[in-house]
């Protein structure tokens, strides 16, 4: 049985302060500490767009944050714009311990589409190198946490299912953007529902 543990996203622009800020979202960041050691495989996504990138909100005129529109006949939310490549923002969270991160997934590369997903892009056309590491690492059984838990962790964990892997979603090891009331429990629920498996850090650091 191969464990690989998988970290979402966990960027500056993603904590207090950054461009993209979580509420609480450097809370993660202790917890994927704590957990990194115990795992003999760790990877990391990492969102990852140019300055560019269709998904942001300045890329439309007459558009406010968080507002809906269509990129090529795909529904796309506004954000402001985040993790533009090899800024400040874009850099995993200053106080994890990178040092144990084994493989880094970039995605979010192509300007015209978003990924939410660490394994495909929202059309679920271009597919990142991310099921190929998690299949020559062996994996059997994927550890998900990290931001935003009602967008890329819930994308991601969805796909890792339909990929055939078993996942276990570690609940206080995310935060959520929450745009609106609830969507943060609303997608654990969905991720439970789907077939993930539900455990707090703590289980796993007591059973080493
Ligand atoms: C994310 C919105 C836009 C995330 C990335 O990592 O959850 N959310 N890009
Ligand atoms: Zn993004």
């Not at 960041?29 to 560019?52: G, K, T, Y």
């Not at 570690?170 to 077939?195: L, N, P, S, W």
Request: charge should be negative.
């Amino acid at each position: 049985m191969t464990d690989t543990l998988l970290l979402v996203d966990i960027q500056n622009d993603f904590l207090p302060g950054g461009a993209l800020a979580v509420a609480d979202g450097d809370a993660v960041v202790p917890v994927a500490n704590r957990l990194m050691p115990l795992f003999s495989s760790v990877v990391a996504s990492q969102d990852w767009h140019p300055a560019d990138h269709l998904s942001f909100v300045d890329q439309h005129a007459g558009f406010k944050p968080f507002q809906v529109t269509e990129v090529d006949g795909l529904e796309q939310i506004l954000w402001p714009a985040h993790c533009v490549q090899g800024s400040p923002g874009a850099s995993f969270a200053s106080a994890l311990d990178i040092a144990r991160i084994d493989y880094v997934v970039r995605k979010g590369e192509n300007p015209r589409i978003d990924s939410y997903s660490a394994f495909y892009d929202n059309d679920h056309r271009h597919q990142t190198d991310l099921t190929d590491i998690l299949r020559r690492l062996g994996t059997d059984r994927l550890f998900v946490m990290g931001l935003a838990a009602d967008v890329c962790v819930k994308f991601t964990v969805m796909d890792a299912l339909a990929e055939g892997f078993a996942v276990t979603l570690i609940v206080d090891g995310v935060r959520g953007v929450d745009m609106h009331e609830g969507d943060t429990e609303a997608a654990i629920q969905a991720m439970r529902a789907a077939g993930a498996e539900c455990v707090n850090s703590t289980a796993l650091v007591a059973q080493g």
